[in-house]
């Protein structure tokens, strides 16, 4: 067709010419029309292939497009294997009000500021290695305003903050044959159930002062942990060999030690069912040595309960922590001890509401000159939480705390209001 339009083009321009061509110039025209023809298909031909070309590359691009890059890739597969986690704990209002006395203060009505703030954040890092051993670290940022009353103190709150940054615990998990268990670094030892376990973080907002004291242990060491399945009744044992108990004189046995006398405890947590109530008892001993030169005895022991049924949940536990030793302000030594009990009440309306009130009264050893006093604190709490998801829990908590020193003219007195908020993810 394109020749053939061709062809009749050159021939018009051939009648419209004075003269009329040799035969011989109409043949050498003929053929280089066949060689102009013979260019145009090729042309066209590779026009069509590079057409087909530039389909597959665009083919190819979008395929690329969809495809996830390289670090997409990585984090895919690092998420396969790591779990990130945290807590997020923080207050839309916090106030204390009460009476302070001191040696130049009597009964002096005092409060701090009404206000908001952050007071916790802590990472959760879990990673499978192989099927018998894990890691697990938790750094955790804490924000110091001292607002919490102590006896001796005025009832304040700092105009700022200071933030803290430590490892909460870290350790590796090893499952071994016997159906035992062992971690070994940074943890919470089982001395009380409920402080080892952090079930009083998604209870209350704010611990209660001078409990929070008793109850802390943290360390460094190995955990031993198997469950002895019987008949009627479960039997969870946890043995530990640790740096130390943590209510140091001179640092926080969390990292290090002063000494080689490492510390023993044994944990208990007999479980059964009766009358369609879960009961769980609950006890811990713990015995070694706590200054430089491995001589004063730390003796420490626990024993308590938990009691569950249907809505209903009572707890307790009594502690009892001695040190042999303890040095003086002024100089000299004495022995001393920290004690002291609670009780926990709790009932659930439903999954999403429930209410706790909880009493302790605890004796904690204070340093004064020359000897060692002893601090009392009672505090009574009352605390709804409200589950607004499954893991976010707001706390509206009152605390009413009474404290004394038995040396010298310090006492307490105070109601502090906290609306809290709480959220795991």
């Known amino acids: 067709m394109k020749f053939t339009v061709v062809l009749t083009f050159v021939c018009a321009l051939l009648f419209l010419s004075t003269g009329i061509a040799k035969s011989q110039d109409v043949s050498d025209l003929k053929r280089q029309l066949n060689q102009l023809q013979q260019k145009i298909e090729a042309m066209e031909k590779k026009q069509a292939e590079q057409a087909k070309e530039a389909a597959k590359v665009s083919e190819s691009v979008e395929e690329i497009k969809q495809q996830p890059s390289a670090y997409e890739v990585i984090s895919e597969e690092l998420g396969k294997q790591t779990v990130v986690g945290g807590h997020f704990k923080f207050f839309l209002a916090d106030q204390s009000r009460g009476d302070v006395t001191t040696a130049t203060l009597d009964d002096d009505s005092q409060h701090n500021s009404f206000a908001a703030g952050v007071n916790d954040v802590w990472l959760f890092f879990n990673k499978q290695l192989t099927d018998w051993m894990q890691i697990t670290v938790a750094p955790q940022l804490h924000v110091e305003a001292s607002a919490t009353p102590v006896l001796g103190s005025n009832i304040t709150r700092s105009g700022s903050a200071d933030v803290d940054v430590e490892i909460d615990w870290g350790y590796l998990g090893l499952r071994l044959p016997w159906e035992f268990e062992l971690k070994a670094g940074a943890i919470y030892p089982y001395f009380s159930d409920e402080y080892a376990s952090r079930i009083w973080w998604d209870e209350q907002y704010h611990a209660n002062n001078g409990l929070i004291t008793l109850e802390g242990w943290k360390s460094t060491g190995v955990e031993l942990y198997r469950n002895f399945d019987f008949d009627s009744f479960s039997l969870p044992v946890y043995l530990y060999y640790l740096n130390g108990e943590d209510r140091g004189v001179f640092q926080d046995k969390r990292y290090t030690d002063n000494n080689s006398a490492k510390n023993g405890l044994l944990h208990v947590a007999p479980e059964f069912f009766a009358f369609g109530s879960r009961v769980r008892l609950l006890g811990s001993f713990g015995y070694g040595r706590w200054d430089d030169d491995g001589d004063n005895d730390s003796i420490q022991w626990a024993s308590g309960g938990d009691w569950t049924y249907q809505s209903l949940s009572l707890k307790g536990e009594y502690m009892h922590r001695r040190r042999q030793d303890l040095p003086l302000i002024g100089g000299g030594t004495d022995d001393d001890e920290d004690k002291g009990w609670y009780v926990r009440?709790?009932?659930?309306?439903?999954?999403?509401?429930?209410?706790?009130?909880?009493?302790?009264?605890?004796?904690?050893?204070?340093?004064?000159?020359?000897?060692?006093?002893?601090?009392?604190?009672?505090?009574?709490?009352?605390?709804?939480?409200?589950?607004?998801?499954?893991?976010?829990?707001?706390?509206?908590?009152v605390n009413y705390t009474d404290a004394d020193r038995d040396e010298g003219p310090d006492e307490l007195k105070y109601w502090r209001y906290t609306l809290g908020w709480r959220t795991t993810f």
């Open 345 to 397: 009440g709790m009932y659930t309306f439903n999954p999403q509401l429930r209410f706790l009130l909880k009493y302790s009264d605890v004796d904690l050893w204070a340093p004064v000159t020359g000897d060692l006093a002893t601090d009392n604190y009672k505090v009574i709490s009352g605390v709804l939480n409200w589950f607004i998801t499954d893991s976010s829990i707001l706390m509206g908590q």
